[in-house]
């Protein structure tokens, strides 16, 4: 059209791949927006609007990405022109990304054939929000223990090798794959963005979130740390089925709005583009994880986990008794935690000391690091020893034993009280409550062999000797008392030991 020709910003404003064909409204959205407000996708011709002015360099207009992440979800009708778009999701839905290779022939030949790592995270979009990021997420942590922000749907996902989520990282995954092969993950998130607003009287209003991904191509010690793309996408999180809702209501508003209305709103997209942004800043954590590369194995699950596995550096072996200690510093306390294979907490208890290890309660624990790590933790802050099952007192008879019974029995009749004689008992503790367990603490405590031991009986009423069984023991009472007398067995080198 002629007056496309006429105007002298249209060059500047309108970029090669959009049509000439636009009506005439398009030229005053471009002067209202000036020159590299947006750009245009060339693969699904969708337009692209930047999230910040700083996050790209300024001659980054043309240049086709290396990669490109559409999420596959409507973006919301009722966002303005020059706004970011916005995606709405249901909570611990899957919804699929699809990675593509978007490079030109010969571009980034380094990465062909083998493959690079994504790191996906939903982190917070606004900035009040990202600066108490941490407490934030510990938050959520407490009211939600053994819960994920993110996950990925496994069975669903194409492409993805080796996929991995830390536990002290709730809102972070992250996998391999090959840019050369067809590549979807599915992804989960499971907080809702009404958990991170304050409560007002009358409603309250959610928070948005982002998706970002950070992909990274492997360096000459085999670590994937050298940064290829990173795009994101800004979306909302409502309860099973709200974001559905949301997405009527939102289309229901727009067309009551009049035709002048709607061209100031982005239409509605089948799927999300993300687009590219700055790396994130903490990716250095990532990397200083307990497992840097994907060359390593999960050591964030194996049973020697702090102990001089490979992936960590040798640690002191634990004494017999390694209680932690009010007194020790927060050096100590880490310390503490990966001998006694609580290294996945560690991050969490950085500033601890023992101290405030120790004030903590059970239900703090367990809110902390989930039922299974939290009791287990509690108990090893406590010191707490695994009672047995039952526990018996035996005292060995002999002459001496046999006189002072005899005449405290005497004493007692005519007296009607006790000398005070003094004998003295050693513990037993049981916990298979069997003969053979029996045999064998009596055994050490006599220091003989379990097979010097013939039988074991209990003796009865009028004197009756009953051979002890296992049901039996499992009928003993609690902390119950006996005298144990041995008598010469037939074979040489055994004896029978009986208990009254």
């Given at each position: 059209?002629?007056?496309?020709?006429?105007?002298?910003?249209?060059?500047?404003?309108?970029?090669?791949?959009?049509?000439q064909d636009f009506d005439s409204s398009l030229s005053g959205i471009g002067q209202e927006l000036g020159a590299g407000a947006y750009s245009?996708?060339?693969?699904?011709?969708?337009?692209?609007?930047?999230?910040?002015?700083?996050?790209?360099?300024?001659?980054?207009?043309?240049?086709?990405?290396?990669?490109?992440?559409?999420?596959?979800?409507?973006?919301?009708?009722?966002?303005?022109?020059?706004?970011?778009?916005?995606?709405?999701?249901?909570?611990?839905?899957?919804?699929?990304?699809?990675?593509?290779?978007?490079?030109?022939?010969?571009?980034?030949?380094?990465?062909?054939?083998?493959?690079?790592?994504?790191?996906?995270?939903?982190?917070?979009?606004?900035?009040?929000?990202?600066?108490?990021?941490?407490?934030?997420?510990?938050?959520?942590?407490?009211?939600?223990?053994?819960?994920?922000?993110?996950?990925?749907?496994?069975?669903?996902?194409?492409?993805?090798?080796?996929?991995?989520?830390?536990?002290?990282?709730?809102?972070?995954?992250?996998?391999?794959?090959?840019?050369?092969?067809?590549?979807?993950?599915?992804?989960?998130?499971?907080?809702?963005?009404?958990?991170?607003?304050?409560?007002?009287?009358?409603?309250?209003?959610?928070?948005?979130?982002?998706?970002?991904?950070?992909?990274?191509?492997?360096?000459?010690?085999?670590?994937?740390?050298?940064?290829?793309?990173?795009?994101?996408?800004?979306?909302?999180?409502?309860?099973?089925?709200?974001?559905?809702?949301?997405?009527?209501?939102?289309?229901?508003?727009?067309?009551?709005?009049?035709?002048?209305?709607?061209?100031?709103?982005?239409?509605?997209?089948?799927?999300?583009?993300?687009?590219?942004?700055?790396?994130?800043?903490?990716?250095?954590?990532?990397?200083?994880?307990?497992?840097?590369?994907?060359?390593?194995?999960?050591?964030?699950?194996?049973?020697?986990?702090?102990?001089?596995?490979?992936?960590?550096?040798?640690?002191?072996?634990?004494?017999?008794?390694?209680?932690?200690?009010?007194?020790?510093?927060?050096?100590?306390?880490?310390?503490?935690?990966?001998?006694?294979?609580?290294?996945?907490?560690?991050?969490?208890?950085?500033?601890?000391?023992?101290?405030?290890?120790?004030?903590?309660?059970?239900?703090?624990?367990?809110?902390?690091?989930?039922?299974?790590?939290?009791?287990?933790?509690?108990?090893?802050?406590?010191?707490?020893?695994?009672?047995?099952?039952?526990?018996?007192?035996?005292?060995?008879?002999?002459?001496?034993?046999?006189?002072?019974?005899?005449?405290?029995?005497?004493?007692?009749?005519?007296?009607?009280?006790?000398?005070?004689?003094?004998?003295?008992?050693?513990?037993?503790?049981?916990?298979?409550?069997?003969?053979?367990?029996?045999?064998?603490?009596?055994?050490?405590?006599?220091?003989?062999?379990?097979?010097?031991?013939?039988?074991?009986?209990?003796?009865?009423?009028?004197?009756?000797?009953?051979?002890?069984?296992?049901?039996?023991?499992?009928?003993?009472?609690?902390?119950?008392?006996?005298?144990?007398?041995?008598?010469?067995?037939?074979?040489?080198?055994?004896?029978?030991?009986?208990?009254?």
């Open positions: 059209m002629a007056w496309a020709l006429k105007l002298p910003l249209a060059d500047e404003v309108i970029e090669s791949g959009l049509v245009m996708s060339d693969v699904l011709a969708l337009p692209i609007f930047k999230q910040e002015e700083s996050s790209l360099p300024p001659d980054n207009e043309n240049k086709i990405l290396p990669f490109q992440y559409v999420l596959c979800a409507a973006t919301s009708p009722a966002v303005k022109l020059h706004d970011e778009t916005l995606t709405y999701l249901n909570q611990g839905q899957s919804y699929e990304i699809r990675m593509l290779d978007n490079r030109k022939l010969g571009e980034l030949p380094e990465i062909n054939g083998k493959l690079v790592k994504s790191i996906f995270r939903v982190v917070f979009h606004d900035r009040r929000l990202q600066y108490t990021e941490h407490q934030q997420l510990e938050g959520w942590r407490w009211n939600r223990p053994g819960d994920r922000i993110l996950d990925i749907d496994i069975p669903m996902s194409v492409g993805i090798i080796d996929p991995r989520a830390n536990p002290t990282q709730l809102n972070t995954v992250e996998f391999l794959w090959d840019p050369a092969k067809r590549t979807s993950v599915f992804i989960q998130v499971h907080c809702i963005s009404t958990e991170f607003t304050m409560r007002k009287h009358g409603g309250e209003k959610g928070v948005p979130f982002r998706v970002q991904i950070d992909t990274f191509r492997e360096n000459e010690n085999g670590e994937y740390t050298e940064h290829l793309h990173s795009a994101s996408c800004q979306i909302k999180v409502f309860k099973p089925k709200g974001a559905d809702r949301k997405q009527k209501t939102d289309r229901e508003k727009m067309e009551k709005r009049t035709p002048h209305e709607k061209e100031k709103y982005q239409p509605s997209y089948e799927t999300t583009i993300l687009t590219e942004c700055s790396p994130w800043p903490e990716i250095t954590y990532v990397n200083n994880s307990p497992s840097p590369g994907f060359n390593s194995s999960h050591s964030s699950f194996s049973i020697g986990e702090g102990n001089g596995s490979p992936n960590h550096q040798p640690e002191p072996p634990p004494p017999i008794a390694d209680n932690l200690l009010p007194t020790s510093t927060p050096q100590e306390a880490q310390q503490w935690l990966h001998r006694n294979r609580f290294s996945t907490f560690s991050r969490l208890f950085t500033n601890f000391s023992g101290a405030d290890l120790l004030k903590l309660t059970r239900d703090d624990v367990i809110q902390i690091c989930g039922p299974a790590d939290g009791i287990r933790l509690f108990n090893a802050l406590k010191g707490r020893m695994v009672r047995p099952r039952l526990t018996i007192y035996v005292c060995q008879e002999t002459l001496e034993l046999r006189e002072q019974q005899q005449q405290q029995q005497e004493q007692k009749h005519e007296n009607g009280d006790s000398n005070g004689a003094f004998f003295v008992y050693h513990a037993i503790y049981l916990e298979e409550l069997t003969a053979v367990e029996l045999t064998e603490k009596i055994a050490q405590l006599f220091s003989i062999s379990p097979c010097q031991i013939s039988q074991i009986y209990k003796q009865g009423p009028t004197g009756i000797h009953v051979l002890i069984s296992d049901e039996m023991i499992q009928n003993f009472q609690e902390e119950a008392c006996f005298i144990l007398d041995t008598m010469k067995a037939e074979t040489n080198d055994s004896y029978h030991i009986i208990l009254k």
